[in-house]
C-alpha cells in the first residue's frame, strides 16, 4: 500500500514536472521566436558587413529591451514583428531594409534609425533618424502601407504616399511617419 502510494505520488510529481518544463519551454521557443525575426540572419550579408564594420556596438531594437507595459503593449499589437527591422518597398520597387539600432555606453543609451536602400554597388545608408540619447522610452519602427496621411490637427495638410513608409515612435504613441519621394526623405508628425 505505501509503495503504491510513492508511485502514485512519483506519477503526479513526474506529470507536474513535465507540465511545468513544457509551459517554459514554450515560453522559451515564444520569446526565441520573436527575437529570430530581429536577427541580423536576416538580412542580406552585405548589410551584416557594414553593420559589424561601421556600427560597432550598435544593436538591433528587440522587444527584450522593453519594459514589462511597453513589451504587453507590443506583443497585442505587434507581436511577429521586430521593433528593430524592417523590410520593404520604401523608395522604389526593390526592397531595402530599415534598421532600428540602439548603443549603450558610459551610462546612456543612443539610438537611430538607418535606411539600407539597394544601389548598383549593394546598399547605400541614409539616416532616418539621426542618433541621439534615449531620454525616456525606446522608440519602435513599423512598416506602413502606401496610402492617405495626415499632418497633426494643428497643421492638417493630406499626404498620399506611394510607397512603403516607417513609422517611428516609443510603444503606444502617435507616430512620425518617414517615407521617400524624389531622392528624399519627409516626415510627416501624426500626433501631439
Not at 515564444?30 to 536576416?42: E, P, Y
Not at 540602439?102 to 542618433?131: C, M, S, W
Request: charged share 20%; hydrophobic share 35%; with cysteine.
Amino acid at each position: 500500500m505505501r509503495n503504491r502510494l510513492r508511485l502514485r505520488m512519483f506519477g503526479v510529481a513526474a506529470l507536474l514536472t513535465l507540465f511545468v518544463a513544457g509551459e517554459a519551454g514554450y515560453g522559451q521557443a515564444k520569446k526565441g521566436t520573436q527575437t529570430d525575426t530581429c536577427s541580423t540572419a536576416n538580412l542580406p550579408e552585405q548589410i551584416q558587413n557594414k553593420l559589424a564594420t561601421s556600427y560597432t556596438g550598435w544593436k538591433i531594437v528587440t522587444p527584450a529591451l522593453f519594459n514589462a507595459s511597453d513589451l504587453r503593449i507590443w506583443n497585442s499589437d505587434h507581436s511577429k514583428e521586430c521593433p528593430g527591422m524592417i523590410t520593404g518597398k520604401f523608395s522604389d520597387s526593390q526592397v531595402g531594409y530599415v534598421l532600428n539600432l540602439i548603443k549603450r555606453e558610459n551610462n546612456r543609451t543612443r539610438q537611430q534609425v538607418l535606411y539600407f536602400h539597394p544601389n548598383a554597388d549593394g546598399y547605400g545608408v541614409e539616416i532616418v533618424v539621426p542618433p541621439a540619447i534615449v531620454k525616456e522610452e525606446l522608440q519602435v519602427i513599423v512598416k506602413t502601407p502606401p496610402g492617405k496621411f495626415e499632418d497633426a490637427p494643428e497643421s492638417p495638410q493630406h499626404h498620399t504616399i506611394k510607397t512603403d513608409s516607417v513609422s517611428v515612435s516609443e510603444v503606444g504613441s502617435w507616430p512620425t511617419i518617414y517615407y521617400w519621394e524624389q531622392g528624399r526623405i519627409h516626415k510627416i508628425e501624426t500626433g501631439d
